[in-house]
């Protein structure tokens, strides 16, 4: 029998068949669902963030195991529905208001996926109501703001002030995007900054309260 | 202090080998709605206003961008702010009605590698030439008269297959399917020569080739430095020797953080590379140093700082990048982007004096 650590591995490698073969195998054995994606895949994607972060791996080898990880995804949701098991964390995404760039919030928000946060991804040109909205509704732990323009960068801004004015006490703000800085997120009062996808499950696991 | 008066035409090519010149050679660009703002702040005309008083020194004379189906445009929904276009490379976007950004890219018509193979490589080889080859020979009769570096531009092969195949497709076949990638970087490539190639053979002699390609983004490259040299550092060879055969010289616009090619793409041939995006981490007074004898570097000053309006900070940004630049001799200014609407008229008049008064050897 394949060990967790194998399909950690063969994620991370973005060996598809392998990745679909292996949770299978794990499953047949009896290792539960839960185990397969905490103990699986989350810490394979885990490593494809840390190994982009420091440049050892690039987008293409991101996206191949972002692609294997949801073929094993797919063998595994229907499993976990049933038994009543989701994600421990909700997150919003989206591109601020008058910027249709997507590229990288795609990114993202794969790798929140990859880290079994459920995600609401609600597209491009997103306005600030519709952030609100959003995270009311879904009860959201994080949402995620891009942008690529600098002439979006006001949008953003709009758009924490509004969430912050909105009452919802759980809801930490991140941001990100070409023209965004550590700087820029200090001064508009968004809670965290991503300078890259492989960074960003840390950064919203942090703020959350996990030790990342 | 200068002794003589140059051309753009000679100062652009002195700096790119490195010799002394008189001063910085010059050019920008900018945003639609920046040149709206600044109409209504005072500009007379539009962006030649612009550029004749910055004192650019570069004129284009046609643009290479080979589509399978060119001129198609099809306004397939829109709404009070978007219209979704079926383009001329077969794909579906949403774009800004009356405003520039970049769109959504909806779908590509070219998905698969039986698409590429079936519809898109056969309707690529058998579309017409769109370039206007009586345009591109009066432009250069015209930047010639005015002593201007005339170039030839166009689109690299990694920027046409993203707008080809979308970049999800993309990059996940530089791993799965590089020969597909191989061919449409080569059938590109040669589509690119062929159409340039027909404004060489009406007379036009132009001083340079500028090729746009957006490889990188403000963490790194796209793919790593190994599968661009495998995959798409063979087209740039190419596009460089071919450019350098005529007697032209060869630079390379791309944004983003390129600071892990930039040995490849001086062995690729690039003599210059622009724009050297600074928000991206890139900055010339880092690199020029180290690459400065060896590729020419044109722009890296800062749009978000223009965007502050305060002159002390874009003059602190101006002067210590040109001493950086220009102590190489191969330096050239142009914003490190396009300029934004967010700066004003009068900070790109203050702008245009610190490169006058920064930029003279």
Known sequence: MPLLTDLSAAVAAGKRIDTIRITQELLAAGT????????????????????????????????????????????????????????????????????LHDIGKNLVAMMWKGANFAVVDLGTNVSADRYVAAAREHNANVVGLSALLTTTMPAMKETVRLLKEANLPNVKIMVGGAPITQAFADEIGADGYSADAGSAVNIALKLVGEAA | MPTVTMTGCERVNRMLARQDHDRVPRHDTYWPETIA????????????????????????????????????????????????????????GRFWKGRSGT?????????????????YRPALLAAPNPINTQLAALRFREGRQLGKWTYLSGVEAFEALRRLIGDETCLVAMIEDPDWIRDIVQVHTDLVIRHLEVVLAAGVQPAGLWIYGDMAYNHST????????????PSHKRLADWAHAHGMKFIYHTDGRVTGVLDLLIAAGVDCLQPIEAKAGMDIRLFAPTHGDRLAMFGNIDVMKMATNDVAVLEEEIRTKFAAGMATRGYAYHSDHSVPPSVSWATYQAIVGLVQRYGTY
């Open chain 1, 32 to 99: 539960s669902p839960q185990d397969v994606v905490e103990q699986g895949l989350v810490p394979g994607m885990a490593n494809v963030g840390e190994l982009f972060r420091r440049n050892e791996i690039f987008v293409p080898e991101m996206l191949v195991a972002a692609r294997a990880m949801k073929e094993a995804l797919k063998l595994l949701e229907p499993l976990l529905a049933k038994a009543g098991i989701k994600p421990k964390y909700t997150v919003v995404i989206g591109t601020v208001q008058g910027d």
């Open chain 2, 37 to 92: 703002r600044w109409q209504r702040e005072g500009l007379q005309w539009d962006q030649t206003d612009a550029l004749r008083l910055l004192g650019s020194d570069f004129q284009v004379l046609c643009w290479a961008w080979p589509a399978p189906f060119p001129g198609h445009r099809e306004v397939l929904a829109q709404d009070a702010e978007t219209e979704t276009v079926r383009d001329a490379w077969g794909g579906v």
């Open chain 2, 103 to 119: 769109p959504e890219h909806i779908s590509f018509g070219c998905d698969s590698r039986e698409a590429w193979e079936k519809t």
């Open chain 2, 222 to 233: 796209m793919c790593s430095p190994a599968m661009y040299r495998d995959l798409v550092w």
